[in-house]
């Protein structure tokens, strides 16, 4: 190739390079070119070489400059692209994260067995799915009780042996016909009623407790209630009992706990009257003991059940056991821990 050809394309490479990737390639191309050029000084006398030499060196040395002055905008240019290509709008809205929280019954149950575990007791969950022997014959309930009826209890088969557990009750005898007292356990969980208005739900969640010891009494359980009530409420909280009425206890009471709103002076939480019905209680029978084959001469304890949506519809102030059920997130996200 001749000096002037080369000389025009070597101009026409380097302006058409778009980019620096581009221009290194157009670099290399020009370099063989003038290699070519080079070559033919073969051809050339003794006399005419450093002539043609001096003209080669002083092309070389423009298309240095040349292609150095390329490399300066090319650069300019694709900083200029990446620099677009990342820019961050700091004014857009940022996307949030937004966190979850436990589900107020979880919350409560929760609190229920810190405050109880605090007292030594171990939890046990009993099945959902229970026998009628465990949900009501053991526990000392009549053939013919009303809780028994079609109308209180979901059955699941036709000889009316297998049911949904109408109360966590039955997780006692499972615990007592394993284990040998002393017994001291809390049993939470899911029990089931054909019930259905603004404070029932056909599915609803309990808290039983048992212990089972020599020498147990009411005394214990009222000691105990108390520790309950002013951890779980304030420490203002009384606790009073009331006869009340269970096949498994014997004698029986209704727990209420002073109101925590108005300090039992008598307010609409209260219906003027200063307490709250919380829980049941008593005594275990001794007919239950019996059952289970703990003797109820050696051997006393006392129980308790109480629903978790109560408790929790109480501290929260909740009028709707609904609201627990429909996972609506502007009720659910107002339990933040
Ligand atoms: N099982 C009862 C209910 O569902 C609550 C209850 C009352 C549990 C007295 C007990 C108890 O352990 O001693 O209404």
Same mark, same amino acid.
């Given at each position: 190739? !001749?000096? $002037?050809?080369?000389?025009?394309?070597?101009?026409?490479?380097?302006?058409?390079?778009?980019?620096?990737?581009?221009?290194?390639?157009?670099?290399?191309?020009? !370099?063989a070119m003038l290699k070519d050029v080079m070559s033919g000084m073969r051809n050339l006398s003794k006399e005419e070489r450093p002539a043609f030499g001096k003209i080669v060196n002083e092309f070389k040395q423009k298309l240095e400059e040349e292609i150095a002055a390329r490399e300066a905008?090319?650069?300019?240019?694709?900083?200029?692209?990446?620099?677009?290509?990342?820019?961050?709008d700091v004014t857009m809205p940022g996307k949030k994260y937004v966190e979850g929280n436990l589900h107020p019954i979880t919350l409560v149950r929760n609190q229920l067995i810190d405050i109880f575990a605090g007292m030594g007791f171990q939890v046990f969950e009993g099945p959902e799915t229970?026998?009628? *022997? &465990?949900?009501?014959?053991?526990?000392?309930? /009549?053939?013919? &009780?009303?809780?028994?009826?079609? !109308?209180?209890?979901?059955?699941?088969? !036709?000889?009316?042996?297998?049911?949904? +557990?109408?109360?966590?009750?039955? @997780?006692?005898?499972?615990?007592?016909?394993?284990?040998?007292?002393?017994?001291?356990?809390?049993?939470? @969980? +899911?029990? %089931?009623?054909?019930?259905?208005?603004?404070? &029932?739900?056909?599915?609803?969640?309990?808290?039983? #407790?048992?212990?089972?010891?020599?020498?147990?009494?009411?005394?214990?359980?009222?000691?105990?209630?108390?520790?309950?009530?002013?951890?779980?409420?304030?420490?203002?909280?009384?606790?009073?009992? +009331?006869? /009340? *009425?269970?096949? =498994?206890?014997?004698?029986?009471?209704?727990?209420?706990?002073?109101? =925590?709103?108005?300090?039992?002076? #008598?307010?609409?939480?209260?219906?003027?009257?200063?307490?709250?019905?919380?829980?049941? /209680?008593?005594?275990?029978?001794?007919?239950?003991?019996?059952?289970? @084959?703990?003797?109820?001469?050696? *051997?006393?304890? %006392?129980? %308790?059940?109480?629903?978790?949506? +109560?408790?929790?519809?109480?501290? *929260?102030?909740?009028?709707?056991?609904?609201?627990?059920?429909?996972? $609506?997130?502007?009720?659910?996200?107002?339990?933040? $821990?």
């Amino acid at each position: 190739m !001749q000096l $002037d050809q080369v000389k025009v394309r070597a101009s026409e490479e380097i302006s058409a390079a778009k980019s620096t990737k581009e221009l290194y390639t157009a670099k290399l191309n020009v !370099q063989a070119m003038l290699k070519d050029v080079m070559s033919g000084m073969r051809n050339l006398s003794k006399e005419e070489r450093p002539a043609f030499g001096k003209i080669v060196n002083e092309f070389k040395q423009k298309l240095e400059e040349e292609i150095a002055a390329r490399e300066a905008v090319l650069k300019a240019q694709e900083l200029e692209q990446k620099y677009a290509s990342e820019r961050v709008d700091v004014t857009m809205p940022g996307k949030k994260y937004v966190e979850g929280n436990l589900h107020p019954i979880t919350l409560v149950r929760n609190q229920l067995i810190d405050i109880f575990a605090g007292m030594g007791f171990q939890v046990f969950e009993g099945p959902e799915t229970e026998t009628e *022997y &465990h949900n009501f014959t053991a526990l000392n309930t /009549s053939p013919d &009780h009303p809780s028994r009826d079609m !109308q209180d209890t979901f059955y699941l088969t !036709q000889d009316l042996n297998l049911l949904l +557990r109408t109360q966590t009750s039955a @997780g006692q005898i499972r615990v007592m016909k394993n284990q040998r007292p002393p017994i001291k356990i809390l049993s939470p @969980g +899911r029990v %089931f009623r054909p019930d259905d208005d603004a404070t &029932h739900s056909p599915m609803f969640h309990q808290m039983e #407790g048992l212990v089972v010891d020599k020498g147990i009494t009411l005394c214990d359980l009222k000691g105990m209630l108390e520790e309950f009530a002013s951890k779980m409420f304030t420490s203002a909280t009384k606790v009073r009992l +009331r006869p /009340s *009425y269970f096949p =498994f206890t014997e004698p029986s009471v209704e727990v209420d706990l002073s109101c =925590f709103v108005c300090e039992g002076k #008598g307010c609409r939480l209260c219906k003027g009257t200063g307490w709250i019905e919380v829980l049941g /209680s008593g005594m275990v029978n001794r007919h239950v003991l019996e059952n289970c @084959g703990v003797d109820p001469d050696e *051997y006393s304890g %006392f129980a %308790f059940g109480m629903g978790i949506e +109560r408790i929790a519809m109480l501290k *929260y102030g909740v009028n709707n056991i609904k609201n627990f059920y429909e996972n $609506d997130v502007r009720f659910l996200k107002q339990f933040k $821990d």
